[in-house]
């Protein structure tokens, strides 16, 4: 977060991929909910099947683990890696 408050993207993304590709998902989910609360509707709902969800969560579980290994080219994946490339 602390790199895209400061508008380095390439930094942001090298330090949480996952993390910066969510944050659109977070910040409509925000809005939505927020228009919720002041009109008393939400905005329209974006619809994933359990297949996709399920997936999801499985790249999440597979990237943790694989950012974890020490061998190349998984080390590339290691927070901040790819910056000294």
Do not use: D, K, T
Not at 2 to 22: C, D, E, I, S
Not at 47 to 52: D, K, T
């Amino acid at each position: 977060m602390h790199a895209l408050l400061h508008g380095n993207l390439r930094q942001a993304l090298a330090f949480n991929p996952f993390a910066v590709l969510a944050l659109p998902f977070v910040a409509y989910g925000s809005v939505s909910y927020a228009s919720f609360r002041l009109r008393g509707r939400y905005l329209p709902h974006m619809f994933l099947s359990a297949r996709w969800i399920a997936l999801l969560g499985a790249a999440i579980v597979l990237f943790g683990i694989g950012r974890n290994l020490p061998s190349y080219p998984f080390s590339l994946l290691a927070p901040g890696a790819m910056l000294a490339h």
